[in-house]
């Protein structure tokens, strides 16, 4: 995560036979951080959100319509809702204070598309590798200015060169995908947030030493403070084969321990700590524009608590490494399709549609 989002490549893979080295095979749930955010925003405006009328202002609004027009997928067919979710990794402002490796620029470093299907029963969240080569669609800046189509573009460099806008219709491009809504947590305050709950408590099997993240834990089980946590997710070179791939397993297991450490939060029964918590999530929030209110948030999470966050089923899209360059990945196929054919219909994901060549899942 501490690379260049365009120019620097990954640390090279061990040679196995011929073959490059992959990640382990990790359990198909909680991949990415960003789930819990949006469940506990979700969960406070869906319950008690009259407690934090006091920090409304808090929430950043995007009109997603405006920027994109007309030129969108269709809506689904069904009353069922997807939501893009991104973690954007800005080093400047708050973030540039954090210490965590000699970074600079801006990213959407995690990017998710949350699929609730009709009935609100079942959600399924689809992450996208940042290091995906993808086609960016003719875009429009927030100053008016258009940006021309382009081929093989980073994924996560066109946060950064185009606005979140783009990201959503790019996201839309490739998956023919109608998003509903808009949610980007900005990673300042997703540390602030880990330091309200009180820290989350961690074990890992090896010792992590990561010059890039900063990130030093000897084998055995830490309790990490909000700088420890972010430098925890964004770290890949002190473990596994040194890819974004192989981080994500980092960031599963985090975000497993986040949700464990929000269950134990008594928030209606300590209002005081409540708020504390809604304001440090609230201020790192960007939504878009029919979501950028707590009472817009409430209404939400409302149609939402039939969703039990226990039973999201995580998958990564499915990618293989590209012959040109073989430390980026592409969308693999015909597993790819599949998987957002099934999205675009509201149904059931096929097993064959999540196995990923890249991580021989």
Same mark, same amino acid.
């Given at each position: 995560?501490?690379?260049?989002?365009?120019?620097?490549?990954?640390?090279?893979?061990?040679?196995?036979?011929?073959?490059?080295?992959?990640?382990?095979?990790?359990?198909?749930?909680?991949?990415?951080?960003?789930?819990?955010?949006?469940?506990?925003?979700?969960?406070?405006?869906?319950?008690?959100?009259?407690?934090?009328?006091?920090?409304?202002? !808090?929430?950043?609004?995007?009109?997603?319509?405006?920027?994109?027009?007309?030129?969108?997928?269709?809506?689904?067919?069904?009353?069922?809702?997807?939501?893009?979710?991104?973690?954007?990794?800005?080093?400047?402002?708050?973030?540039?204070?954090? /210490?965590?490796?000699?970074?600079?620029?801006?990213?959407?470093?995690?990017?998710?598309?949350?699929?609730?299907?009709?009935?609100?029963?079942?959600?399924?969240?689809?992450?996208?590798?940042?290091?995906?080569?993808?086609?960016?669609?003719?875009?429009?800046?927030? /100053?008016?200015?258009?940006?021309?189509?382009?081929?093989?573009?980073?994924? /996560?460099?066109?946060?950064?060169?185009?606005?979140?806008?783009?990201?959503?219709?790019?996201?839309?491009?490739?998956?023919?995908?109608?998003?509903?809504?808009?949610?980007?947590?900005?990673?300042?305050?997703?540390? !602030?947030?880990?330091?309200?709950?009180?820290?989350?408590?961690?074990?890992?099997?090896?010792?992590?030493?990561?010059?890039?993240?900063?990130?030093?834990?000897?084998?055995?089980?830490?309790?990490? !403070?909000?700088?420890?946590?972010?430098?925890?997710?964004?770290?890949?070179?002190?473990?596994?084969?040194?890819?974004?791939?192989?981080?994500?397993?980092?960031?599963?297991?985090?975000?497993?321990?986040?949700?464990?450490?929000?269950?134990?939060?008594?928030?209606?029964?300590?209002?005081?700590?409540?708020?504390?918590?809604?304001?440090?999530?609230?201020?790192?929030?960007?939504?878009?524009?029919?979501?950028?209110?707590?009472?817009?948030?409430?209404?939400?999470?409302?149609?939402?608590?039939?969703?039990?966050?226990?039973?999201?089923?995580?998958?990564?899209?499915?990618?293989?490494?590209?012959?040109?360059?073989? !430390?980026?990945?592409?969308?693999?196929?015909?597993?790819?399709?599949?998987?957002?054919?099934?999205?675009?219909?509201?149904?059931?994901?096929?097993?064959?549609?999540?196995?990923?060549?890249?991580?021989?899942?």
């Amino acid at each position: 995560m501490s690379h260049s989002a365009t120019t620097e490549p990954r640390r090279a893979r061990k040679s196995t036979g011929g073959r490059r080295a992959t990640p382990p095979r990790k359990r198909r749930r909680g991949r990415v951080i960003l789930v819990s955010l949006l469940v506990l925003v979700l969960a406070a405006g869906g319950t008690a959100y009259w407690i934090y009328s006091g920090i409304d202002g !808090n929430i950043k609004g995007v009109d997603i319509d405006k920027a994109i027009g007309d030129d969108r997928p269709e809506k689904l067919p069904t009353s069922g809702q997807n939501v893009l979710i991104l973690g954007s990794d800005s080093r400047a402002g708050a973030n540039a204070k954090l /210490n965590t490796g000699n970074v600079s620029g801006a990213r959407s470093d995690t990017a998710l598309v949350m699929h609730i299907p009709e009935g609100r029963k079942k959600a399924v969240a689809v992450s996208i590798p940042r290091d995906t080569l993808v086609t960016r669609p003719k875009c429009t800046k927030s /100053n008016g200015s258009s940006v021309a189509s382009a081929k093989r573009v980073m994924f /996560n460099s066109i946060y950064s060169q185009v606005g979140p806008a783009c990201v959503v219709k790019t996201v839309e491009q490739m998956s023919g995908v109608r998003m509903d809504h808009y949610v980007e947590v900005d990673f300042a305050g997703f540390k !602030n947030l880990v330091d309200a709950i009180g820290g989350v408590t961690i074990t890992v099997d090896q010792d992590i030493h990561d010059t890039s993240s900063g990130l030093d834990l000897t084998k055995g089980t830490h309790k990490l !403070n909000g700088t420890q946590s972010l430098q925890f997710v964004r770290t890949r070179h002190g473990i596994g084969d040194g890819s974004d791939l192989g981080r994500i397993g980092l960031q599963q297991q985090f975000m497993l321990a986040l949700l464990t450490e929000i269950q134990k939060q008594d928030l209606l029964g300590s209002p005081v700590k409540a708020y504390k918590i809604a304001d440090e999530l609230t201020a790192a929030l960007t939504t878009d524009s029919e979501l950028a209110s707590l009472t817009k948030l409430a209404e939400f999470g409302r149609s939402l608590n039939g969703v039990n966050p226990s039973t999201m089923e995580t998958i990564m899209l499915p990618v293989a490494y590209d012959k040109v360059d073989p !430390n980026r990945v592409v969308a693999a196929e015909p597993q790819a399709s599949t998987l957002w054919k099934a999205v675009r219909s509201d149904s059931t994901i096929p097993e064959s549609a999540k196995k990923s060549p890249a991580t021989g899942g």
